[in-house]
């Protein structure tokens, strides 16, 4: 099943890309299997696929240190939960991007704490860009003292703006939101920033987050399902 859901969200990609005359593989997809077990992403990885997402820290670092004992050492691991500065560190250890870059301090802790062995830690600064009250992320009038900020620390590399807006009601709606994020990330690399990627775009927007300049779309259940949360206590 993972397998023929990850071809069909390929093909839904590459028409989204069509339609937005961007060429193939210009929109890179992101398994985010947060609440599913290493055997699912162990069947994605048989599929092809190479990037995967997470969103709780630990969860995640179980999966990468089982994955990486079962031989699987060539998967690109991406935090994109909201970051804590107090679980920085198996972040800076375990993952290679982190989409949730909202606050310096945050930054200064990846940077601080990323082995020397490893290559640097790929950076997004994440952007609330449409002011949702309930959303992570930095205002877009601060986001360029924020990115400055993150672009002159050691041991990162920061890559680009990432977004999580709230559901709009249809296309043009959303595609507006998005559209914000872009011109956002334009004006950043006028700024002298060299920024190469948007994160934005998930199972039910995708296609309008493409149409507005996406280059990494993050999908979970159009790849693996409905996700099961345990019970709280």
């Known amino acids: 099943m993972i397998s ?3 071809q069909a ?6 028409q989204a890309c069509d339609r937005a005359d961007r060429p193939k593989g210009s929109v ?4 985010v299997s947060k609440t599913f ?3 699912a992403v162990r069947q994605a990885w048989s599929a092809g696929q190479r990037a995967f997402g997470e969103n709780y820290v630990q969860e995640g670092v179980e ?10 050492t060539d998967i690109e691991w991406h935090c994109i939960g909201p970051l804590q500065s107090n ?10 991007w982190v989409h949730t870059v909202d606050r310096l301090k945050v930054a200064q802790r990846l940077s601080e704490q990323r082995p020397p062995e490893l290559p640097p830690l790929q950076v997004c600064v994440q952007v ?7 959303k992570s992320g930095v205002l877009p009038e601060q986001a360029l003292g924020l990115a400055q900020a993150v672009a002159a620390l050691p041991r990162l590399r920061l890559r680009g703006l990432m977004c999580i807006p709230e559901p709009a009601p249809d296309f043009a709606s959303a595609c507006a939101v998005f559209g914000r994020a872009r011109a956002l990330f334009e004006a950043l690399n006028a700024q002298g920033l060299a920024l190469d990627t948007l994160s934005m775009g998930m199972s039910d927007d995708l296609e309008a987050a493409i149409a507005s300049g996406s280059t990494l779309v993050r999908v979970g259940s159009a790849i693996f399902g409905a ?4 019970a709280q206590g």
Do not use: M, S
């Open 9 to 14: 969200l390929q093909a839904r990609i590459e």
């Open 227 to 230: 996700r099961h949360y345990p």
């Open 63 to 72: 999966k990468v240190q089982q994955l990486r004992a079962a031989g699987l």
């Open 87 to 96: 679980k920085t560190r198996p972040v800076a250890e375990y993952f290679d």
């Open 128 to 134: 609330n860009v449409d002011g949702g009250p309930n």
């Open 28 to 31: 890179q997809l992101l398994a």
């Open 37 to 39: 077990d290493a055997d």
């Open 4 to 6: 023929a859901n990850l």
